[in-house]
Protein backbone atom coordinates (compact mmCIF):
# COMPACT_ATOMS: atom_id res chain seq x y z
CA UNK A 1 0.00 0.00 0.00
CA UNK A 2 1.08 3.05 -0.58
CA UNK A 3 0.50 6.16 1.38
CA UNK A 4 2.69 9.86 2.18
CA UNK A 5 5.73 9.89 4.26
CA UNK A 6 6.07 12.84 6.00
CA UNK A 7 9.91 12.80 6.27
CA UNK A 8 10.79 11.98 2.96
CA UNK A 9 7.80 14.41 1.55
CA UNK A 10 6.37 11.88 -0.92
CA UNK A 11 4.21 9.08 -1.46
CA UNK A 12 6.09 5.65 -0.78
CA UNK A 13 5.53 2.43 -0.07
CA UNK A 14 4.68 1.12 3.17
CA UNK A 15 5.88 -2.43 5.23
CA UNK A 16 4.48 -4.13 8.12
CA UNK A 17 1.26 -2.99 7.70
CA UNK A 18 -1.34 -3.56 10.12
CA UNK A 19 -5.16 -2.56 10.13
CA UNK A 20 -6.54 -0.14 13.23
CA UNK A 21 -9.35 1.53 13.71
CA UNK A 22 -8.97 5.03 15.19
CA UNK A 23 -11.17 6.40 18.24
CA UNK A 24 -13.97 7.60 16.08
CA UNK A 25 -14.46 4.20 14.82
CA UNK A 26 -13.02 4.70 11.31
CA UNK A 27 -10.32 2.37 10.09
CA UNK A 28 -6.88 3.28 9.30
CA UNK A 29 -3.81 1.56 8.37
CA UNK A 30 -0.36 1.71 10.13
CA UNK A 31 3.31 1.10 8.45
CA UNK A 32 6.43 2.17 8.13
CA UNK A 33 8.11 3.83 5.53
CA UNK A 34 10.35 1.66 2.94
CA UNK A 35 13.14 4.11 2.81
CA UNK A 36 13.47 5.96 5.94
CA UNK A 37 11.98 3.58 8.38
CA UNK A 38 9.40 6.39 10.08
CA UNK A 39 5.91 5.47 11.04
CA UNK A 40 3.27 5.96 8.19
CA UNK A 41 -0.36 6.42 8.83
CA UNK A 42 -3.29 6.41 6.17
CA UNK A 43 -6.97 7.10 7.05
CA UNK A 44 -9.10 4.87 5.21
CA UNK A 45 -9.14 1.41 3.72
Known amino acids: MEAYCVKCK???EMKD???V????GKPATQGIC???G???FK???
Open 38 to 40: TKM
Open 34 to 36: TVC
Open 10 to 12: SKR
Open 17 to 19: EKK
Open 21 to 24: TMKN
Open 43 to 45: IGK
